[in-house]
């Protein structure tokens, strides 16, 4: 079978299939107008489940974007596994690529899930009141967390590392499905690269520059 022009997280088939097996069985028994609904959202859902390849830049102590998105934050925080630190808040919108990607390469010592509220991701308090999933990098200067959040839209966080794993920089490790958010919070020090406003593509976007 041929391997479709943009490569598709693997989550999204089930939602792809189904929606194209609904549309085309309501197309063969003369049901047409009931059928187009579910053609559209299978074709909407190879759009939000798009995972294209991404040429990450080799560059020493960079902390890479986790996300696609735009910036909606960048502010001192205290990180339980960090400590004191600057966090990079990225909203994604239902139409950015929404597979999460490692900011550095490093150990994972562990994963942090929490249960929440689904209030709007962008909002400043989903940090903190949201249901979300945190990894915790160990990297050969630093150490980094970054959050997975949901939102509204967005109830099914996907953390495909755990404990143990490590990860290449710029390395696919999961996704949120259907608008979300997500955090990364560096070392106090640490030279960001980015303001509120700027738009980032995970694996590729530098964040900042570690002390």
């Given at each position: 079978m041929a391997r479709p022009p943009i490569p598709i997280a693997r989550e999204g088939w089930p939602f792809i299939f189904?929606?194209?097996v609904a549309a085309a069985a309501l197309f063969l028994t003369g049901r047409r107008r009931l059928a187009w609904p579910f053609a559209a959202a299978s074709l909407a859902s190879?759009?939000?489940?798009?995972?294209?390849?991404?040429e990450v830049p080799v560059l020493t102590r960079a902390v890479?974007?986790?996300?696609?998105?735009?910036v909606t934050d960048v502010a001192d925080a205290l990180d339980p596994f960090v400590g004191p630190s600057i966090r990079?808040?990225?909203?994604?919108?239902?139409?950015?690529?929404?597979?999460n990607r490692a900011p550095i390469g490093g150990l994972v010592v562990g994963t942090t899930y929490t249960t929440g509220r689904f209030i709007a991701a962008y909002k400043?308090?989903?940090?903190?009141?949201?249901?979300?999933?945190?990894v915790h990098l160990q990297g050969e200067h630093a150490r980094v967390t970054v959050t997975q959040i949901a939102g509204i839209?967005?109830?099914?966080?996907?953390?495909?590392?755990g404990a143990g794993d490590k990860l290449e920089a710029g390395q696919r490790y999961g996704m949120i499905r259907f608008g979300s958010r997500?955090?990364?919070?560096?070392?106090?020090?640490?030279?960001?690269?980015?303001?509120?406003?700027?738009?980032?593509t995970g694996g590729?976007?530098?964040?900042?520059?570690?002390g």
């Amino acid at each position: 079978m041929a391997r479709p022009p943009i490569p598709i997280a693997r989550e999204g088939w089930p939602f792809i299939f189904g929606s194209a097996v609904a549309a085309a069985a309501l197309f063969l028994t003369g049901r047409r107008r009931l059928a187009w609904p579910f053609a559209a959202a299978s074709l909407a859902s190879l759009g939000f489940f798009r995972d294209p390849e991404r040429e990450v830049p080799v560059l020493t102590r960079a902390v890479l974007s986790p996300a696609d998105g735009r910036v909606t934050d960048v502010a001192d925080a205290l990180d339980p596994f960090v400590g004191p630190s600057i966090r990079v808040s990225i909203f994604l919108s239902p139409l950015d690529v929404h597979v999460n990607r490692a900011p550095i390469g490093g150990l994972v010592v562990g994963t942090t899930y929490t249960t929440g509220r689904f209030i709007a991701a962008y909002k400043a308090d989903a940090s903190e009141m949201n249901e979300r999933c945190s990894v915790h990098l160990q990297g050969e200067h630093a150490r980094v967390t970054v959050t997975q959040i949901a939102g509204i839209v967005a109830r099914r966080i996907v953390c495909r590392v755990g404990a143990g794993d490590k990860l290449e920089a710029g390395q696919r490790y999961g996704m949120i499905r259907f608008g979300s958010r997500t955090d990364c919070s560096m070392p106090r020090g640490t030279d960001v690269r980015v303001r509120v406003g700027d738009r980032v593509t995970g694996g590729v976007s530098v964040l900042g520059v570690l002390g």
